[in-house]
């Protein structure tokens, strides 16, 4: 039966999405499967069309009603909603490409959920930009671009079409300085996944290396550039840091319910499951006040420290109410607390981790 398709953040359709999403999400932790169900059941709820504009069957939410779907997803099952963000984020870079061919070739399928894509882009946005000899790097050919290394974390490659893949541009064995975005497509000569790492929790995100050996990409695929900086300006995830946040508060309102539901019959437990609460609804009322942007905006960077710090207490709260049981595998509370952790690695400027790490060894702010 196909499931009704979401048309705000308050539609009932979603919390029927998420129920099962939760449902399924015990055994997709354990067997590290890629949850091939649930994007299914996300592209038949209509989640892919959030996301897009309406010139391509998309449904342009904005950022407010995205940020509370991903509150109730993330909640739901952590480990689909940070497939969906790499999977997005493809979407929204081809959607802003200027190839109009390009556009015109995959937007229909992604949107629809018929197809999956990718991106490869953090070794763009990350100290590995800066090497001398670019991890990824691309050669201009008649025709086309030759890529070359790998990209160290993508989401779901073994299972892509496309591989949206950032590299930088090489002239003479030299950088030029200049960057380009490519969708690849997967089965092209010289592309290879290695079976990804087992990670402490979101193993079926199936995140791992790409590689691309001599591999010949024609103009048809690219997305952007050359040009500097080619991720510059947010194009592709318009919400910049505060996605992740996003979700690292949409797992902390997960574990606060639970906590909630606990104290209904432990009144040890009311106090407690009452100040986090109460984080929470601040928390989430900072995060979609910062979504307007302006000069009096909260910086990113805080309310990032303030949804890992929320996420770490709030899942370790849920497993302490839960006691034995709750560090016994298949308790959600368990996994809960390794996914978590999730957030101290996931894309976490370094002032946010020097925050976190002064609060968790108690030495105070710098």
Known sequence: MVGAKIAAPDDAALTVLCERLAELAVDLDQSGDWPAE?????????????????????????????????LALSGACLTTTFIITQRTG??????????????????????SGDTFATVGISHLTTSRRHLARPVLRA??????????????????????????????????NAATGEELLVAAPADLPGVTVPEPAKLTALSSSHTGEARFDQ?????????????????GGGTGASTGGLQTSTL??????????????????RVDLDEPAGALRQDYEDLQARL?????????????????????????RATQAALAAAKGSGYVLG????????????????????????????????????
């Open 288 to 312: 979609l006040t910062a979504l307007g942007g302006g000069e009096d905006s909260e910086s990113k960077d805080d309310i990032r420290t303030d949804a890992n710090s929320l996420a770490l």
């Open 38 to 70: 649930q994007l299914r059941l996300c592209g038949e709820h209509g989640v892919f069309e959030w996301f897009l504009p309406e010139e391509w069957g998309g449904l342009a939410w904005d950022a407010e009603a995205i940020t509370r779907g991903y």
């Open 139 to 172: 050669e201009r050919r008649p025709g086309g671009f030759v890529l070359s290394g790998f990209s160290p974390w993508v989401t779901g490659a073994a299972h892509a079409g496309h591989v949206v893949v950032g590299a930088s541009l090489m002239h003479d």
């Open 248 to 265: 690292a508060l949409g797992l902390s309102r997960k574990a606060v319910e639970y906590l909630e539901d606990e104290a209904s019959r």
């Open 331 to 366: 308790h959600p509370a368990g996994r809960w607390c390794r996914e978590a952790l999730f957030f101290l690695v996931w894309s976490c400027p370094q002032p946010v981790i020097q925050a976190n790490l002064c609060e968790l060894s108690g030495v105070g702010s710098v």
């Open 215 to 231: 591999v010949f990409v024609e103009d048809e695929w690219l997305v952007d550039g050359p040009k500097e900086n080619v991720m």
């Open 90 to 111: 493809a979407c929204r870079r081809i959607a802003a490409s200027a190839n109009r061919p390009l556009q015109e070739k995959l937007l229909p399928g992604l949107v």
